[in-house]
């Protein structure tokens, strides 16, 4: 029954909000049309890749204090109705989300475009040891692709049509480049790394990301889980310094931080690889 429950959740998603501002700007956005000044600007460096065939941006919500949630895990919703819609924009433009399985064990997420009008890109849990449930919402069958990146042997059904994949684990973790590698291997080119704080920070940490959108909401926590987690630094000009654009999403902020020039190159399918 649960299945069968999810299945109707997924069907009534399909019946997304009309927004004539935007509508059209997901197959415009695909076909290489002119965009909208203000779309452009929020989108525009998504098109195409600087470093390789990838463009890899991660997203994600916090508050004026830097927290992504309160003392005991609660989440919903920090940003507003607007800041929710701008996530469910970059869904609508990229070819797979990428999360990781605390996530997914956590919130249950759908990872759907149900707020806009566009297509719901492909679903990609990083799972080491085969944690994820089988009903969990990210493997519904609703038409989308389901991807999951393990290194477990033996685990439990998965639903019909979930692709594995296998790769080794360092560390205990995935390297966030051999990720995106086998994910453009299967013919995803715009990635977008929703989750959680640990996998967003490890694909920054790894020099994997080009674009990162931080959406400050103004609300302070005052304790909880930070957004961020890198290696401590000594001095301040140790710190990671992004070009950025700032945007304003109804009343929360948003700094658009452009890590291509550090990204490290993982897929070409055509030409010379570029340096670094």
Known sequence: MKAI?????????RSKPQDPDWDGIPSTFRSGGL???HWDGLFGPLRNGTVDDL???AQMGQSLDGRIATPTGHSHYINGAAGRAHLHRLRALVDAIVVGVAT??????QLTVRLVHGPCPARVVLDPSGRAAADARVFATDGARRLIVTAATGRAPL???????????????????AILNAIAERGFRRIL???G???ISGFLAASCLDRLHILVAPIILGAGPAGLALAPITRIDEALRPAVRIHRIAEEVLFDCDFSARRVPVFRTKGPAREA
């Open 5 to 13: 429950s999810k299945q109707a959740q997924n069907s009534r998603s």
């Open 35 to 37: 965009l909208p000044p």
């Open 55 to 57: 463009v890899v941006i």
């Open 104 to 109: 997914v064990v956590a919130d249950d997420p």
């Open 159 to 177: 639903p019909a049509g979930v692709e594995i994949v296998n790769l080794p684990l360092t560390d205990g973790r995935f390297a966030p480049a």
């Open 193 to 195: 790394v929703e989750g």
């Open 197 to 199: 704080p640990a996998t």
